[in-house]
């Protein structure tokens, strides 16, 4: 396959569950922000959200301060802002649009009806069908062309490079929603247990449609601890760090090529250490600490990618 | 009163359309204004789009389709068919001998000056040889039906004629709606063009090489026909690919893949000549690729079309095709030009700086309706403009009588109303020239306009050629 169009397939891939992660991360803000006695500050919610996606820098050029408004514009409408569900909706669709022929019809069309779509909801604002009804139709659709790749692809190349772009980016996202509470917590150490802090992790589980799973494996009260292992370390749970490397790295495996034993072994490293790990392990490190560390390696085994396959040196 | 396609003067149906219409009259209003509403849908979820240039809001525009096809007799056919293979021999036969032996400037038949020292003829190519002495592999010949209803050939397009994809769907869509009046006529088939195409890119591999790479280079996603380029690669199962994909090696082109470098053979390429190779051509292009020409010109890559078919299709050398083709192939054009007033030539310019009301004014380097001055319908201060421009560089200019194009029923706002249309027919020429029945019809959907390119506002019909 060429090389550029791997990396627009990858692209895609990532775009579409950018953005419905980007969803998920609002709809539980937005909930959270509901619950008056959530945080000790106003807002504070809404100012994670810009630490875990590093654009205090974007959103303070645009808007003079936060608030519930001025983030979800500018996380879910505003173009301006590269993150932002209408951007990374238009992203996947220009992806889409430059590798139709790579891709099945039905799946073009599902990619380019939801921008047309999302043109019209951003043109009418959220308030017309009412916030979480926008954030749902998002997840919606990504469920949808996640579901068209997995029912009408041929099990080729472009079919694992649509998947690598898909789980490297969910593995991504949740670690970023896990390390809300991070961002949450400080400056204030509110006491560990309490009504707010049940209410948060429950928002988390929420956020990646773990709340019944979690109630179904532990049957028993909302933990950090095992808030974290659920979506760390368990291979059955579809948005677990685990889960999501594990696919990573068995379609780094199947695409192989002569130049990747280096980018498949950092995968693996990465997924065994996930398999075997413990989660006494991690909060001994801290959690903060170890998600910080996870995002690096993602990234690097990201750049990796690119260098092995988009971008080779003409050799 | 213009000839129409559908109707005779006196109103009666043509033979030819004879079932058609009496579907027409069979479905009620709101079956076909549903049907007109589900096409529209469709293209758009399709995604079957056109950019137009110079217009940021419309970045993207459905070209309009229209349910009434145009149809043309099966006898009919195949006489435009033997004239349209006889033409694009000719033009191949000239375009060879022009970067070869240019017999046909020693015999006289055309002035040497107006071939050498035309802008579009490309020095670069003199003496290289490309297989099979094929340079347009694909031509889109534009035909219009004047007068009582004769065929001209209004003008020849050899570098890299775009359209053949709506050609495709507008037959695609119309089986979709309509699968009724397929069933009860004998409607000759389109969808072959793909695999023609494919067969003529693969007969003119370099060498002796049994299993082609064949690639479709593309601009890339913002240019105009970017839906097409990609739907003839998905099509033709073949790779489309921008030239950042693509560099030369030892005279060889490679395309970038996840697997490491793959030898390319033939390039069907949708970019011009200028900016194919900024080592040759122009240096500031970035759509190219770096040494293709070198690789092209020591044979070890095929170019479709080849480089240099510009000056085949230069308004000033069509005046002279009846010529080659008397030339070339020692036959008798079965296809008229247009009469043609060179306006380098100062009786014709005389003539037609007097006449400008009546005429159409064309740039002979221009295409696609820009730069051009249809005189019934152009303002005095758009008349007094093209007099100044003619005057300061004649050369620049043909003229040609306001044909009344044909016209053909049309759904437009108020019902249906007779619209003109054209023609354009794809010839391909490899090992043998090939065309599928029939073509792209485009229809000026404004009232009176003559002008159909789907840049000025045209749309497309479906095109049928009918077994009588």
Redesign the interface.
């Known amino acids: ?6 990396d627009h397939l990858y692209w895609m891939a990532r775009s579409m569950e950018r953005a419905e992660n980007t969803a998920r991360m609002l709809d539980v803000t937005y909930r959270m922000s509901l619950l008056k006695h959530a945080t000790a500050e106003p807002f504070q919610e809404w100012s994670a959200i810009l630490s875990i996606s590093g654009l205090h820098y974007e959103f303070g050029q645009r808007y003079p301060e936060v608030n519930a408004e001025h983030m979800l514009r500018f996380m879910a409408l505003d173009e301006g802002n590269p993150a932002s569900i209408a951007s990374s909706l238009n992203n996947a669709r ?1 992806n889409a ?2 590798v ?2 790579n891709i099945s ?1 039905e799946m ?2 599902t990619i ?2 939801t921008w ?1 779509e999302m043109r019209n909801r951003a043109a009418q604002g959220l308030a017309r069908d009412g916030v979480s009804a926008f954030f749902d139709w998002v997840k919606e659709r990504s469920h949808l062309s996640r579901g068209i790749t997995y029912g009408t692809m041929l099990r080729d ?1 472009a079919f694992c490079f649509l998947r690598l772009g898909t789980f490297l980016e969910r593995a991504d996202n949740t670690a970023r929603i896990l390390d809300v509470k991070y961002h949450i917590l400080l400056p204030s150490l509110e006491e560990v247990g309490g009504a707010a802090d049940y209410y948060q992790w429950s928002a988390v589980l929420r956020s990646v449609s773990a709340f019944e799973a979690y109630r179904k494996v532990y049957k028993d009260l909302i933990t950090p601890r095992r808030v974290a292992e659920l979506l760390i370390l368990r291979a059955d749970m579809p948005r677990s760090l685990c889960a999501s490397i594990s696919v990573v790295a068995r379609m780094l495996h199947s ?1 192989g ?2 130049s990747s034993q280096d980018l498949q072994r950092r995968a693996g490293l990465l997924h065994a250490t996930l398999d075997y790990g413990r989660i006494e392990d991690i909060f001994a490190q801290g959690l903060h600490e170890y998600l910080t560390d996870f995002l690096t390696k993602i990234r690097d085994i990201g750049d990796h990618i690119d260098s092995t ?1 988009f971008w ?1 040196t ?2 | 009163m213009p000839y129409d396609e559908m109707y005779t003067p006196e109103h009666a149906v043509r033979p030819h359309y004879r079932a058609f219409a009496d579907w027409l009259a069979a479905t009620p209003p709101e079956v076909i204004q549903r049907k007109r509403e589900e096409a529209e849908i469709t293209f758009h979820r399709v995604g079957i789009t056109f950019a137009v240039y110079g217009e940021e809001a419309g970045r993207e525009r459905l070209i309009p389709f229209d349910i009434v096809p145009r149809i043309i007799p099966a006898d009919e056919w195949g006489l435009m068919a033997a004239g349209l293979r006889q033409r694009v021999r000719a033009l191949n036969a000239f375009l060879y001998d022009i970067y070869h032996d240019q017999e046909i400037l020693k015999a006289g038949r055309i002035p040497a000056q107006q071939v050498l020292s035309n802008s579009q003829y490309r020095k670069e190519m003199l003496g290289v040889e490309v297989p099979g002495r094929t340079y347009a592999h694909i031509a889109g010949i534009d035909l219009v039906r004047a007068g009582a209803g004769d065929y001209y050939v209004l003008e020849d397009n050899l570098r890299t004629p775009s359209g053949v994809s709506y050609m495709l769907e507008d037959r695609k869509m119309m089986m979709r709606l309509f699968p009724d009046l397929f069933a009860t006529q004998r409607v000759a088939p389109v969808e072959h063009y793909p695999d023609l195409l494919l067969d003529t890119l693969r007969s003119v591999t370099p060498g002796d090489q049994v299993d082609p790479t064949v690639v479709l280079l593309t601009p890339g996603q913002f240019n105009s026909a970017y839906f097409e380029h990609a739907f003839l690669a998905q099509q033709m199962g073949i790779e489309l690919v921008e030239g950042r994909d693509l560099f030369v090696r030892d005279d060889t082109v490679y395309m970038r893949t996840t697997r490491g470098p793959v030898r390319i053979d033939v390039i069907y390429r949708r970019i011009d000549d200028d900016f194919l190779d900024p080592q040759v051509f122009r240096e500031d292009s970035v759509l190219g690729v770096p040494g293709l020409f070198d690789a092209y010109r020591s044979g070890r890559v095929t170019l479709a079309n080849a480089v240099g078919t510009g000056i085949a299709d230069d308004k000033a050398m069509y005046i002279h095709v009846p010529e080659m083709i008397r030339f070339y192939c020692g036959e008798e054009p079965i296809l008229a030009n247009v009469p043609t007033w060179e306006l380098g030539k100062p009786q014709d310019r005389a003539y037609v700086l007097e006449h400008l009301p009546e005429l159409v004014v064309k740039e002979v380097h221009g295409s696609g309706g820009y730069g051009m001055l249809v005189g019934p319908a152009a303002t005095r201060d758009e008349i007094t403009l093209f007099r100044e421009r003619i005057k300061a560089e004649p050369e620049r200019y043909i003229a040609q009588p306001t044909l009344a194009l044909s016209t053909c029923p049309t759904f437009v706002e108020s019902g249906i109303a007779p619209r003109h249309i054209d023609l354009r027919p794809f010839v391909l020429s490899g090992s043998e020239v090939k065309l599928v029945p029939g073509g792209l019809t485009r229809v000026a959907l404004v009232e009176n306009s003559l002008v159909v390119n789907s840049s000025q506002g045209g749309g497309t019909k479906d095109t049928w050629v009918v077994q009588g």
């Open positions: 396959m060429l090389s550029s169009t791997a220009e649009r430059a139709r022929g019809s073009w069309e380019n009806h047309i190349e695409i090529g002569s396959y080779p003409d050799a």
